[in-house]
């Protein structure tokens, strides 16, 4: 069977020198806000091109924690994709705030950034974007629109490490950023795990001190703070993982590459890009009506897939003030999308046998 991700194979790529750094703490015996949190934030900084990062427990809580750092709550609105995993919007709500859902683009499938001006109120104070499956938000209008009506602009980009938009990373393109380390990104530690990176100071400290019960000193608490630290362990097989970013993104690209070029099944709709840097393919998700029975036939050809997502946040019950609600491009994308296997790992043969099986359904 073509697996939709081998973990273990991507991590064990590593293993010796991921014994090496276990050994080294296990030796030490520091397990939460040491050395290696500061070595693999400076790293993490450094990659993304922003001045500062901070490691947190997971990609949710980065976020949560850049909302809080930035003192919004109850009244504000957050401008969000309706279109994206639901964690974007559970940090929103988890604040007070309301989250404001936009429309996406259905070729790039990130928020349209035409229909923003539109969900603008007195009470919006951010735009969150989110680089879904990989593909870097086109910016320049988000970045306009935050001048003229003095919003904050986030990125969600739990989906988006390393890709590049007008030659920044990431990360850099915005007031602050999340990212999440879960296992199956494109950067995934063996565990949780997060980090918020900006160029603010100000903001960054605060997200320090939020994240370790809101204390910036051991035993004096300034803010009524959470406990989301990234420990140990995690930050050195982050760091360790981090040198080969950009060649796992550059071999995803090569496969994405070669499935837009030779599956040609007319009922089966590629995804695009507008820049070949711009696209991380954290996942390669095409569209197809029949989507169930086109997932039963992959399947019972050995290739296992993945829905992202099944049912959109609006639809869900956690959002049931809103399950009367029509938001009918996300609503067509997540019924008739299904995620196709690409990983750093795959062989040259699995995903020739990929094109060949697509090619093949009738
Ligand atoms: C994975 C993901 C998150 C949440 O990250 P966790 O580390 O799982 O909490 C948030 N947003 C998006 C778009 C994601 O894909």
Redesign the pocket.
């Known amino acids: 069977m073509i697996k939709f991700l081998d973990l273990a194979k991507v991590n064990n790529r590593f293993r010796k020198e991921i014994d090496e750094r276990l050994t080294n703490i296990l030796d030490k015996g520091w397990y939460l806000q040491g050395e290696e949190n500061d070595k693999f934030a400076e790293h993490f900084a450094e990659y993304c091109g922003t001045k500062y990062a901070i490691g947190v427990a997971?990609?949710?809580?980065a976020?949560r924690l850049i909302i809080k750092a930035s003192g919004f709550g109850e009244g504000d609105e957050i401008i969000v994709p309706a279109n994206?995993?639901i964690?974007?919007i559970l940090a929103i709500s988890d604040n007070g705030c309301t989250p404001v859902l936009v429309e996406p683009d259905i070729n790039t499938y990130n928020i349209n950034p035409d229909l923003v001006e539109a969900a603008i109120t007195p009470k919006t104070k951010a735009i969150m974007v989110?680089h879904?499956y990989g593909q870097a938000v086109k910016m320049e209008k988000i970045w306009t629109l935050a001048k003229k009506y003095n919003l904050k602009v986030f990125e969600?980009a739990?989906?988006g490490h390393g890709a590049i938009y007008q030659g920044r990373r990431t990360g850099n393109l915005s007031d602050a950023a999340?990212f999440?380390?879960?296992p199956g990104?494109n950067l995934g530690c063996l565990g949780?795990?997060?980090a918020v990176v900006s160029n603010d100071k100000e903001l960054i400290d605060k997200v320090k001190a939020l994240a370790n019960y809101g204390s910036d000193k051991k035993y004096h608490h300034i803010y009524k703070g959470l406990n989301s630290r990234l420990d140990e362990i995690q930050a050195a097989i982050l760091d360790v993982k981090l040198p080969h970013l950009d060649e796992d993104n550059t071999r995803r690209r090569v496969i994405a590459k070669y499935y837009r070029e030779n599956i040609n099944n007319p009922r089966i709709v590629l995804p695009q890009t507008y820049d070949e840097q711009a696209h991380v393919w954290h996942v390669f998700v095409v569209r197809t009506q029949e989507r169930d029975r086109f997932q039963q036939y992959l399947t019972d050809n050995g290739v296992q897939t993945i829905i992202h997502y099944p049912t959109p946040p609006h639809k869900q019950l956690a959002y049931q003030e809103w399950n009367n609600r029509s938001y009918p491009i996300t609503e067509e994308i997540h019924k008739t999308i299904i995620s196709l296997p690409i990983s750093p790992v795959m062989t040259d043969d699995e995903v020739k046998k990929v094109v060949n099986i697509v090619n093949a359904y009738e």
């Open positions: 997971n990609g949710l809580d976020l994206t995993y964690a974007t989110v879904l969600d739990a989906q999340a999440s380390f879960y990104k949780d795990g997060g």
